[in-house]
């Protein structure tokens, strides 16, 4: 029995699959262990603007490091591979990263530690073009969706068990453990585990198809992007996504417990609730995104969200007498979304590289990368901007609507929407082509044309 993973295969085993959905759940966990992060600045900080400025240095990070490391990625070939090389070290910077940031001391100590884990969570951004090369098109779904089914297992680990611990403190001899400590050092043991396992597990075979040269030096990285036009279908697909997909985000919890007077334990509740189903139905969705047609479903979802949010928005607003909804019902609309969410998880990125050429995989997910920033940044301050506008029109002096995000939210969702039915209209006519699949060269066919 072969343990070692290989890229570019024809079909793999379903043993192969079931392991690459397990290994990507070291990378997801570099971000879960940072949810706290903002807990472990306010130790030192306490200005709000200080605190974003810290942490919006991971998107200033995103252009420069996960652009360049996948730009070069597709560009170079090394005995080791093209991609991993990128991945090992970093997997193990972060790693060092998470010890660190719970003994900083001071704030110098603190920055150090939070600028090591955002260089290197973006020098490991060729994780997303690994996984592809490694899962051949016809298998991607079922990947998706088994991936899919462990990331949430994992979301229940940090925000059920992990989170609510961060503040607890446990006596081990003359050492205290703090939860913050075991959090990060969780996710340390994760990395490390992650790494050996890329290290000693993955092989990459080298690609058929000739590398792109290097032009522009440092600028060709950005030049690239947009260089071909046949990424411009992939960089829509995932404008659609993000367009659709934009919730409240950090002000999801303000609308809970300021707006509608819930406690964090309720929220515990909502999102308990929500865990569990999600895992009954996850595995599900992985047969349908290899057997159906996973741009149908991806356009379907996008309706279903934004139909559903008109629905939320009217029922609170104008049938519930108080505007204020029963938990119950908090959870039934809330999780009618996240099942149109976990669809759109798990068929958007088999389905975005159907469009992508081999040859281009690391710098299509550069100007993946670069668009899904550049449009968080915009919808994120527009949650934001919308609330305060909307309140400071209609609410007295120093009262918020968080609801009223829902609006901008159905605007942009319409967006979204009237892209994708425009996108379909274009790959029926032939004018968009799926040349991820149609030009997909796996090793076995390599060898017979050598033979």
């Known amino acids: 029995m072969n343990y070692v993973l290989e890229t570019q295969h024809k079909s793999v085993p379903w043993r192969w ?5 397990l ?19 306010k130790k030192f900080i306490d200005n709000p603007a200080a605190i974003t400025a810290l942490t919006s240095l991971d998107v200033v990070f995103n252009i420069l490091f996960a652009a360049t490391c996948l730009y070069i990625s597709d560009r170079i070939w090394t005995r080791y591979g093209r991609r991993k090389i990128f991945m090992i070290p970093a997997y193990f910077g972060i790693a060092i990263a998470f010890m660190l940031l719970p003994l900083a001391t001071n704030i110098y100590t603190l920055i150090f530690a939070v600028v090591l884990w955002y260089i290197f969570i973006d020098v490991a951004a060729t994780f ?8 051949p098109p016809h298998q991607r779904g079922r990947w998706s969706a088994l991936h899919s089914w462990m990331f949430q297992i994992m979301i229940i680990v940090f925000f059920v068990f992990l989170g609510p611990r961060f503040d607890d403190v446990v006596a081990l001899g003359g050492f205290e453990l703090t939860g913050e400590m075991f959090t990060y050092w969780f996710g340390s043991v994760m990395m490390i585990v992650g790494g050996i396992f890329l290290a000693f597990f993955i092989k990459e075979n080298k690609p058929a198809e000739k590398a792109p040269s290097f032009k522009g030096g440092f600028l060709g990285v950005y030049k690239s992007i947009f260089a071909d036009s046949r990424l411009f279908p992939v960089y829509l697909l995932i404008f659609c996504w993000l367009m659709v997909g934009q919730g409240l985000d950090s002000v999801a919890p303000l609308l809970l417990t300021e707006q509608w007077g819930y406690t964090k334990q309720d929220m515990g509740t909502n999102f308990l609730a929500g865990g569990l189903i999600n ?3 996850i595995p599900i969705l992985g047969l349908i995104a290899d057997k159906w047609d996973r741009m149908k479903l991806f356009a379907f979802s996008l309706v279903g969200t934004m139909i559903l949010k008109i629905v939320y928005y009217i029922y609170v607003q104008f049938i519930l007498a108080d505007s204020r909804p ?9 999780q009618g979304m996240s099942m149109f969410g976990w669809i759109i998880q798990v068929v958007f990125w088999p389905l975005v590289y159907d469009f992508i050429p081999r040859e281009k995989m690391g710098t299509a997910q550069t100007g993946l990368s670069f668009v899904k920033t550049i449009t968080r940044l915009i ?8 609330i305060t506008v909307y309140s400071f029109v209609f609410l007295p002096e120093n009262t918020y609507d968080y609801f009223s995000a829902y609006i901008f939210l159905i605007i942009t969702d319409a967006v979204g929407v009237a892209i994708i039915l425009n996108f379909i209209w274009q790959v029926k006519k032939g004018k968009l082509k799926p040349v991820g699949k149609e030009n997909f060269q796996p090793v076995e066919d390599q060898k017979g044309a050598n033979a």
């Open 326 to 334: 029963e938990i119950i019902e908090i959870i039934a609309f809330g």
């Open 279 to 281: 895992l009954i139905y």
């Open 128 to 135: 997303q073009t690994l996984k592809m090369e490694m899962i």
């Open 23 to 41: 290994f990507g759940q070291p990378h997801g966990c570099a971000f879960f262990v940072t949810g706290n992060l903002v807990f472990t600045i």
């Open 379 to 386: 919808l994120m301050n527009g949650v934001g901007v919308w």
């Open 17 to 21: 699959v079931t392991l690459m959905a």
